[in-house]
């Protein structure tokens, strides 16, 4: 066998253990000891809303087309002794199915907290809803902690 053929030959090895390497790489877990934050949610208010977009790699910095993501969760809501008000999270723009709601305390301003995975949709981003007591009400803090590549 020639010098040629023998280069050949171990291009092909590598191109067939990139994308060996590929597969193996998709799916794979990310998990972090610093969480991923945002000024858009740490702490600022919200009142009620439908299905919104948070773009996680521009508001969060999470790698673009990521398959899910591990949240955490700290809300209140002023007058949450008056009923249910929550916040869900989704991988879908449309229809009702959530992968993750977590609800206020039933005593006024006291903090409920909540954590899951959120699947995200094809282009890694997820969408939120709120129902809270009134405008401007509910104060979310939202963290990332790791995410599927």
């Known amino acids: ?33 610093t969480p991923l934050t945002s ?11 439908d299905k919104t977009l948070i ?9 673009a087309a990521v398959k899910a ?4 969760v700290a809300l209140r809501d002023s007058a949450s002794a ?17 992968s993750l709601t977590v609800p206020a305390i039933p005593v006024n ?3 409920g907290y909540g954590q899951g995975i959120v699947p995200c949709a094809a282009n890694g981003d997820i969408y939120y809803s709120i129902v809270a007591s009134g405008s401007g009400t509910m104060h979310i803090y939202l963290e990332i902690w790791g995410y599927w590549l």
Do not use: C, H
């Open 1 to 33: 066998m020639n010098n040629e053929q023998r280069l050949i030959d171990e291009i092909g090895k590598l191109k067939r253990e990139v994308e060996r390497l590929k597969r193996v790489e998709q799916g794979r877990p990310v998990f972090l000891t």
């Open 39 to 49: 000024t858009s949610w740490d702490g600022d208010s919200f009142s009620t809303t």
């Open 55 to 63: 773009d996680l790699s521009a508001v969060f910095g999470v790698p």
């Open 69 to 72: 993501v591990i949240v955490k």
């Open 82 to 98: 008056s009923g249910l008000y929550y916040i869900q999270f989704s991988g879908v723009s449309s229809g009702t199915g959530y």
């Open 109 to 111: 301003d006291r903090y």
